[in-house]
């Protein structure tokens, strides 16, 4: 596999920024500086059918600490959850994103809470970027109450519609077409936003995404479909699954741009471009160069289909926090103090919310068949939260039959036709509805 490496000698002494003095920023408060920066990204983006964007990325002092803060958060969630997890305190499936951090980050820095994203199993940090709360996730992994998903979804459906979080899909590439459906429903009602759906490298040799990416293009549907390419899917290297692992180029007639994913500034970057671009001309496809520390889930150690100095090089030249600790301290933007003491505070944070999820309770037993089935339709719709919510977001235009809302999620559930129900349960409906039995009660 080849690493794009994050050359701390030529990104980091790169002259567009002029460093400034050290009593300059100690007179400011490190939180919320807003002087312009420019920065260039680590390496040049690749492009298909379009220009690329330019390396030199507008960022702040206050964006940077930022980017530091919440990938720490991030980092520390998902190793407090490894533990939960082995500690049998989190039963069931768990996808860890620790080294993937900068795509989550980096996406919401170019783009708005009233853009939609959608993406696979490995969902915990791309919904605290989108303003989850800590409880929230270690409350739903533990399976309580006060979980996103009120404890019924588990690790792999973690939701926040109300800032544009449509899930946490355990089928593999299935929140690709769902994501275009987002897409329609966006253009449809001229909001002027987007939606980026997340798949892995694995998820590109779907069919599905090529049908999808069809339909979008020939409708000029605001969808970005983003690849994060860990470079593994399971245990199986890219090069084992993919003749061509160039995936910003498999739209063929789709622009795509291929990127540094370890970058937060280059995902920045790129994703604001996507979004112009996908606003006046359609689809485009975003690949991002990323890594998984993890292994793919927690039953695998993730060290044998891959050597140990393999994931140490990543760690040491690629990792994402520490390029952006090493921006800040190259230019004086806060001290080596004050960096680890914003990671002591992430710690307390995080373990607080721990304490505090562990107090929540689970749900009632009689919470155990609620927004599984809607009453009084003949067929018993699925209608389970999480699956409310991708039939809403991907069939709404196309069904058009509305049933009554159910309250507890604000959602509407759809009446569809009984093939559809058929295809999309079979699909579907097993793992998403078995995410509360998991969550609570062990491996399936
Ligand atoms: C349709 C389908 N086939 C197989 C699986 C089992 N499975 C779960 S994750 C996975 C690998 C996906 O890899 P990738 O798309 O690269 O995502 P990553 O896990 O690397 O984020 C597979 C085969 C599944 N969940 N759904
Ligand atoms: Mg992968």
Redesign the pocket.
């Known amino acids: 596999m080849a690493l794009s490496k994050l050359s701390s000698s030529s990104s980091l002494s790169t002259n567009i920024l002029k460093p400034l003095t050290n009593s300059f920023f100690l007179h400011r408060p490190i939180s919320t500086d807003t002087t312009p920066l420019t920065i260039e990204t680590s390496v040049p983006f690749t492009s298909h059918q379009c220009e690329a964007p330019s390396r030199s990325v507008e960022t702040t002092p206050k964006e940077l600490l930022s980017f530091f803060r919440q990938m720490a958060t991030m980092r520390r969630m998902e190793i407090a959850a490894d533990s939960l997890y082995k500690a049998k305190l989190v039963r069931g499936f768990c ?1 860890l994103y620790d080294g993937q951090e900068a795509v989550a980050i980096g996406m919401e820095a170019g783009i708005t809470k009233k853009d939609s994203i959608i993406t ?3 969902d915990h940090c791309t919904f605290l970027g989108r303003g989850g709360t800590l409880l929230e996730v270690f409350s739903e992994l533990m399976g309580r109450k006060d979980g996103c998903s009120h404890g019924k979804g588990g690790s792999m459906h973690f939701y926040k519609k109300d800032s544009g979080f449509y899930g946490g899909h ?5 929140q690709i077409p769902l994501g275009c459906g987002l897409a329609f429903a966006q253009k449809y009602s001229k909001d002027e936003t987007v939606t980026f759906a997340l ?6 040799n ?1 069919g599905q995404l090529f049908e999808a990416l069809n339909i979008a293009a020939l409708w000029d549907l605001p969808a970005i479909l983003v690849c ?3 470079h ?3 245990g199986t290297a890219e090069w084992r699954a993919a003749k061509s692992p160039s995936y910003y180029k498999r739209g063929d007639y789709v622009p795509g741009l291929k990127v540094d994913g370890m970058d937060a500034l280059a995902v920045k970057q790129a994703c604001k471009f996507a979004k112009e671009h996908a606003l006046k001309n359609g689809p485009m496809i975003l690949e991002m160069d990323t890594y ?1 520390y993890h292994g ?1 889930s927690m039953s695998d150690p993730g060290s044998t289909y891959r050597t140990r100095d393999e994931i140490s090089g990543v760690r040491q030249e690629r990792d994402p926090i520490e390029r952006i600790r090493k921006l800040i301290l190259a230019h004086d933007l806060a001290t080596e103090k004050e960096l680890k003491d914003i990671e002591k505070e992430v710690r307390k944070e995080v373990d607080d919310a721990i304490a505090k999820a562990k107090e929540s309770p689970m749900p009632e037993p009689s919470e155990l068949f609620t927004n599984v089935y809607v009453k009084g339709y003949g067929v018993e719709l699925q209608s389970c939260a999480i699956l409310a919510n991708q039939l809403a977001v991907g069939h709404v235009l196309r069904t058009k039959r509305w049933a009554s809302p159910l309250p507890q999620f604000d959602l509407p559930p759809f009446l569809l036709p009984r093939g559809t129900i058929d295809k999309v349960t079979r ?1 579907q409906t097993a ?1 998403s509805y078995c995410g509360f039995a998991t969550s609570q009660s062990g491996d399936l």
Not at 170 to 174: C, D, E, K, N, P
Not at 199 to 204: C, N, P, S, T, V
């Open positions: 996808h696979a199993y490995r355990g089928i593999v590439g299935a798949y892995g490298d694995g998820a590109a779907q994060e390419n860990n593994y899917g399971m998984r793919h699909g793992p």
